[in-house]
């Protein structure tokens, strides 16, 4: 499955990172909702990402580092939300180049097979 000749997982990072972005702009969210909202984002697109690559790992991998990267900054330290996102958006965009050429698109699931016919 392609969207616009594009893999689907990068559309799906890159959601992630342009969501964590609405964040920087102060839409009326604390720094413990943002810290949540970023976290949560990438944890939920990361995993539909997951499951449309093949090797899983390497996608979990991104997802992984993203959300606990935007987890430590919004719950380990004490930062702006602008600075959680920021920080979820640049673990996505290096680790999601570094990755990407050792994932592939998971295939559509084959047909089943149609029973045997009797040999007349």
Excluded: C, H
């Amino acid at each position: 499955m392609k969207i616009f000749g594009r893999d689907p997982v990068l559309f799906l990072n890159s959601l992630s990172a342009i969501l964590g972005l609405v964040v920087t702009f102060n839409v009326g969210l604390t720094e413990n909702q943002a810290g949540w909202v970023v976290a949560g984002v990438s944890a939920v697109l990361g995993a539909i990402a997951a499951a449309l690559t093949r090797p899983i790992a390497v996608q979990a991998f991104t997802t992984l580092v993203a959300t606990v990267a935007s987890a430590v900054a919004a719950f380990g330290y004490n930062v702006a939300p602008t600075t959680t996102a920021a920080i979820n958006g640049l673990i996505l965009a290096i680790v999601m180049f570094i990755t990407r050429g050792q994932v592939s698109p998971a295939s559509p699931s084959a047909p089943a097979s149609q029973p045997a016919k009797p040999v007349l």
